[in-house]
């Protein structure tokens, strides 16, 4: 990976661990993440007029492609909430970055047929599956099967799902978008304002008429406001690091840096309890993310 893909993916990773905590401490509800949303994507709306000429002339198989992705955006944001009710930052959230990286590879080898990554790359990814197994647990000697399959966990494994759904998706429709003659910022800056539209699209009816949930009561505004400007920009960076890699998977992996700073930030400003086995977890993880982005 470039230099730059790296440093993308770094501050990535830090607004992505920084909204988790908003979303956490602020409201654990689907309506937030669609206020979230519809607020960021207004603030950044200017990035799609400013490219929407070229925009509006992408072929069918490109509209295809955002309108899944808005679903699996919808899905991830969704199962994060719900999750969220049930378990605690330092959690959820690490298990929610880390099971994407022993998806999407699976999902790349099925699309593509075949797969870049080497030895050193599926060691680290294998390391940081390990690692996540460790998160559930407050003590060794406790360990049971049970302990993966509480609601928080299930919530987890639908947000980690579609997390590698919307990233092999969102691959295939930048793809077209460099195919088209656009840069990697316009592709991406134009992108996440339409993913955003898109999500809302499946968003709105699931929160009117699958949770039975309101939308006039708007959460609170200033908290609203920075977690949607912070939801569009991590992933801005994250579509612009997509265009300089060979692979989605790497970008995936990589992202995971933001495991150790969401339990950081769970441990300082939640006041969450980390057992030895989540910090020996976290360890493992840690090696894996080394040896994926080296």
Same mark, same amino acid.
């Given at each position: 990976?470039?230099? @730059?893909? &790296?440093?993308?993916?770094?501050? $990535?990773? *830090?607004?992505? +661990?920084?909204?988790?905590?908003?979303?956490?401490?602020?409201?654990?509800?689907?309506?937030?993440?669609?206020?979230?949303?519809?607020?960021?994507?207004?603030?950044? /709306?200017?990035?799609?007029?400013? =490219?929407?000429?070229?925009? $509006?002339?992408?072929?069918?198989?490109?509209?295809?492609?955002?309108?899944?992705?808005?679903?699996?955006?919808? *899905?991830?944001?969704?199962?994060?909430?719900?999750?969220?009710?049930?378990?605690?930052?330092?959690?959820?959230?690490?298990?929610?970055?880390? %099971?994407?990286?022993? &998806? !999407?590879?699976?999902?790349?080898?099925?699309?593509?047929?075949?797969?870049?990554?080497?030895?050193?790359?599926?060691?680290?990814?294998?390391? &940081? &599956?390990?690692?996540?197994?460790?998160?559930?647990?407050?003590?060794?000697?406790?360990?049971?099967?049970?302990?993966?399959?509480?609601?928080?966990?299930?919530?987890?494994?639908?947000?980690?799902?579609?997390?590698?759904?919307?990233?092999?998706?969102? /691959? #295939? +429709?930048?793809?077209?978008?460099?195919?088209?003659?656009?840069? @990697?910022?316009?592709?991406? /800056?134009?992108?996440?304002?339409?993913?955003?539209?898109?999500?809302?699209?499946?968003?709105?009816?699931?929160?009117?008429?699958?949770?039975? =949930?309101? *939308?006039?009561?708007?959460?609170?505004?200033?908290?609203?406001?920075? +977690?949607? $400007?912070?939801?569009?920009?991590?992933?801005?960076?994250?579509?612009? $690091?997509?265009?300089?890699?060979?692979?989605?998977?790497?970008?995936?992996?990589?992202?995971?840096? /933001?495991?150790?700073?969401? !339990?950081?930030?769970? !441990? #300082?400003?939640?006041?969450?309890?980390?057992? *030895?086995?989540?910090?020996?977890?976290?360890?493992?993880?840690?090696?894996? %993310?080394?040896? !994926?982005?080296?």
């Amino acid at each position: 990976m470039t230099p @730059a893909a &790296i440093g993308l993916i770094l501050v $990535s990773a *830090l607004l992505h +661990a920084c909204w988790n905590l908003i979303g956490k401490r602020t409201a654990q509800t689907v309506r937030f993440y669609a206020w979230a949303m519809g607020l960021g994507m207004l603030l950044f /709306s200017p990035l799609l007029v400013w =490219e929407w000429s070229r925009v $509006s002339a992408l072929p069918v198989t490109f509209w295809g492609l955002l309108l899944a992705s808005g679903l699996c955006q919808t *899905l991830y944001l969704t199962g994060l909430a719900k999750a969220y009710t049930h378990g605690n930052l330092n959690i959820v959230y690490p298990l929610a970055r880390a %099971l994407p990286v022993l &998806i !999407v590879p699976l999902v790349v080898l099925g699309v593509y047929g075949q797969s870049q990554l080497g030895t050193e790359d599926l060691l680290g990814m294998g390391l &940081i &599956i390990l690692g996540s197994l460790a998160l559930p647990l407050a003590h060794w000697r406790d360990w049971h099967w049970r302990d993966y399959c509480t609601p928080a966990i299930r919530w987890v494994l639908l947000a980690a799902c579609a997390t590698a759904g919307y990233s092999v998706l969102d /691959s #295939l +429709a930048l793809l077209i978008m460099k195919q088209q003659g656009m840069s @990697a910022f316009a592709a991406g /800056s134009s992108f996440v304002v339409l993913q955003a539209a898109a999500c809302l699209v499946w968003m709105l009816p699931l929160i009117r008429w699958g949770f039975g =949930e309101s *939308l006039r009561a708007l959460p609170d505004l200033g908290w609203t406001l920075l +977690a949607g $400007s912070f939801i569009i920009g991590t992933y801005l960076l994250i579509l612009v $690091s997509m265009t300089m890699v060979s692979e989605v998977s790497y970008v995936v992996a990589l992202r995971q840096v /933001s495991i150790p700073l969401g !339990v950081v930030i769970g !441990v #300082l400003w939640l006041q969450e309890h980390v057992s *030895l086995p989540r910090l020996q977890g976290l360890a493992v993880m840690l090696v894996g %993310l080394l040896l !994926v982005s080296l």
